[in-house]
């Protein structure tokens, strides 16, 4: 069953657009899901579902610049002028603290993939007290210190020159125009995204995913990749919060495993003491559209109904 469609406005005014499922008669919890980049809520209701016949109460969104959010602000590809990043956070916050009062008594846990799992990173560091776990798919530390400056810069001089809505080509290319060359002989543009070739298909046949987005919503990017990684940041996260990071050993955007097992460690020499990491082996960036999607999704309510030590 597909969840519900609905309306939520932020403080700012923007009107986002969210889908919740239907609350079973004896609800466990509640589940927030952060989708990535250049994609949409909509990829997530098959997980949706799997949480809703668990018992659990879903809820997913399509964060500014995407999906129906996107489309009905015009501005595809563009989280917000000024700190956009700051925003999209702020709209996490306020769609938990929302879920929060509606059912007070339930446990609420937050999973964020790609470009969701970074904006979930940065909801942990900054309001940890609101989640009860939270989970990190596909995520990445970004490129190094030097090339992060110099995209920072170029990010800068792109909205310069053609605004900061305008579409980047060159930043694309620059985040990841890498990513394909791991698997050639290439098939598409996008076999980076799965092993399965139907997910990659149905990726590229979808008329909201995979578009360029605007040098504003790299500059916030790169910005947010930044916060994420900042080692004096990670050490707000409460000590004993319960975090797990899942991606697939040949993820590129997660530096084959490395980068994920990097932010791994410094999230626990910043003092976090309850991180699980769990790498798939063969599997690539999106794992949970994967073939064998359902080892996945078993060990993400494994992870939520574990109990705490």
Same mark, same amino acid.
């Given at each position: ?105 339930? =446990? !609420?846990?937050?999973?964020?993939? $790609?470009? @969701? ?7 942990? /560091?900054? *309001? +940890? ?77 979808? =008329? !909201?995913?995979?578009?360029?987005? $605007?040098? @504003? ?7 947010? /990749?930044? *916060? +994420? ?77 574990? =109990?705490?030590?």
């Amino acid at each position: 069953m597909e969840p519900i469609k609905n309306i939520f406005y932020a403080s700012d005014g923007a009107r986002i657009t969210y889908y919740q499922t239907v609350c079973p008669p004896e609800p466990k919890g509640l589940v927030l899901i952060l989708h990535g980049m250049a994609e949409h809520a909509a990829r997530y209701f098959e997980l949706a579902d799997f949480f809703c016949s668990n018992n659990y109460i879903v809820t997913t969104y399509d964060q500014r610049g995407h999906g129906q959010t996107g489309q009905d602000s015009g501005e595809l590809g563009f989280f917000s002028s000024g700190n956009g990043w700051e925003r999209v956070v702020q709209d996490v916050k306020e769609i938990s603290w929302s879920l929060r009062e509606s059912y007070p008594k339930l =446990p !609420l846990f937050l999973i964020g993939h $790609s470009m @969701g799992s970074v904006i979930a990173r940065s909801a942990v /560091i900054s *309001f +940890a007290n609101v989640y009860d776990r939270a989970v990190f798919v596909g995520t990445t530390t970004g490129i190094n210190g030097f090339m992060l400056k110099m995209a920072r810069l170029i990010a800068r001089q792109e909205i310069r020159k053609n605004g900061e809505k305008a579409p980047s080509e060159l930043l694309s290319a620059l985040s990841f125009g890498s990513y394909n060359k791991k698997f050639k002989p290439n098939r598409t543009a996008f076999d980076w995204l799965s092993l399965n070739s139907e997910n990659v298909d149905a990726y590229l046949q979808d =008329p !909201l995913c995979g578009f360029t987005c $605007s040098s @504003g919503f790299y500059r916030d990017l790169f910005f947010g /990749i930044q *916060f +994420a990684t900042n080692e004096a940041n990670l050490q707000n996260i409460p000590p004993d919060f319960p975090m797990l990071f899942l991606s697939g050993a040949n993820d590129p955007v997660g530096g084959m495993g490395k980068e994920v097992k990097q932010i791994v460690q410094l999230t626990k020499n910043a003092g976090a003491k309850n991180v699980e990491l769990v790498l798939y082996p063969l599997l690539r960036h999106e794992i949970l559209h994967e073939a064998n999607r359902v080892l996945v999704y078993r060990d993400l309510l494994r992870f939520l109904e574990a =109990p705490r030590f």
